[in-house]
């Protein structure tokens, strides 16, 4: 599979495949494609959908895009088998065949009930490329082992999974009512590679929503 990432903020990953090639995705991701793709649906359980497409290349080479939901980025990311990554369910935008995407439980269920990243996350394994979509700018850190960072909820797209993520309740009552910043702080912990963004959608969400309110009442 050969693919090229184009457009600005609001980014399409184009991918060409040979011959019986193919290419898996959620359902509803595929935005154009040559008339030689053929689809096959999959039920799945992914924390996101309940099916997968399998895109396949049949005749010749064909040629498919998938675009970007929201203003962001795309990222190519390199699975094999010295490195898998985790991503929240939200990211999963298509993947080579030769990777398997599977369910990635927290391990402390207090990490999942109250982390913006949710209980249920996805964890890619295999050989091939996944791409994940990305809300807003990517921001990249390598965390050594023992080196930890705390994360507004949302803000954390992806993760090896040699990173371990924990939740972290804010201190002091006058932070917690006053200070705006939530309940809780995801903490991820190295060694591993963390890739954050800088407009997750919940954050755009609450910051609009007020208007939206307003506009209701008029």
Known sequence: MQYEIKGGSMPVVVCTLQNGESIKTEKGAMSWMSPN?????????????????????????????????????????PISASRSIVAQKHAFLAMESSVEM??????????????????????????????????????EYELQAGQSMLLDNGYLAAMDATVKLEIEKVSGIGN????????????????????????PINQMASVLRPYFVSENNK
């Open 37 to 77: 793709m053929e689809m096959q649906t999959n039920a799945i359980f992914t924390g996101e959908s309940m099916f997968q497409n399998i895109y396949t290349a049949r005749g010749g080479t064909g040629l498919i895009a998938f675009a970007s939901s929201f203003p962001g980025e795309i990222l190519a990311i």
């Open 102 to 139: 599977k369910l990635f439980f927290q391990k402390r269920f207090g990490s999942g009930l109250f982390g913006g990243e949710g209980f249920i996350m996805q964890q890619f394994l295999g050989n091939g490329i996944v791409f994940l979509e990305i809300d807003g700018s990517v921001v």
């Open 176 to 199: 917690v009512l006053f200070g705006g910043e939530g309940l809780f702080n995801t903490k991820v912990t190295g060694p591993g590679h963390i890739w954050l963004q800088s407009m």
